[in-house]
């Protein structure tokens, strides 16, 4: 699976500011059955009058880049946005079978930005760094918004916070869950 950078912001759109390397950010998009191409879309078209959006959109087929990884994203709020070089948003599916496409996708583009950045494959624990879900962000002070994606939709998938520890320690391999940069 490819990045697609296709809905990329240009040059002076989104933030200029390198981001600290302390959290991987994880999302879900809320949108039921909003595809990458969509949601990558509206944060492209809506960065001008919403100033919300993330570096990476992953589903059961595709990854589109927003904003530039490495850099502040405005999708977590303040201070998680300066203090995440790379923050990934889960398309929801209805359909089971895409569901669980899109997060073995989305486990493998977690655990590939964590090992860019030297942040530690762990799951919403008291860490100095790690791999946060943007519910822990809001609970521990690290967010100003009130999201708690992504359990919601985790949990009616069966995805446990155990689970999704253990897979993001694991990560997913496979024919058509191969990670290609």
Request: hydrophobic residues 35%; glycine residues 8%; positive net charge.
């Amino acid at each position: 699976m490819k990045r697609n950078y296709k809905y990329a912001l240009g040059a002076n759109e989104g933030s200029s500011q390198v981001a600290q390397r302390r959290f991987i950010v994880a999302h879900s998009t809320a949108t039921p059955n909003g595809e990458a191409w969509a949601v990558a879309h509206n944060m492209k078209t809506g960065i001008n009058t919403s100033q919300t959006y993330v570096h990476l959109i992953v589903d059961d087929k595709h990854i589109y880049a927003v904003g530039e990884i490495g850099y502040v994203a405005w999708g977590a709020g303040t201070p998680a946005n300066n203090l995440s070089p790379v923050q990934i948003e889960l398309c929801e599916f209805t359909n089971h079978r895409r569901a669980m496409k899109a997060y073995k996708h989305y486990v493998n583009w977690l655990r590939w930005a964590a090992k860019k950045y030297g942040i530690p494959l762990t799951l919403d624990d008291n860490g100095y760094k790690g791999i946060k879900t943007h519910s822990w962000l809001v609970q521990h002070g690290y967010s100003n918004t009130n999201h708690t994606d992504p359990w919601g939709y985790l949990n009616k998938l069966g995805i446990t916070k155990t689970r999704f520890a253990k897979d993001l320690k694991k990560g997913f391999s496979g024919l058509n869950i191969k990670l290609t940069k």
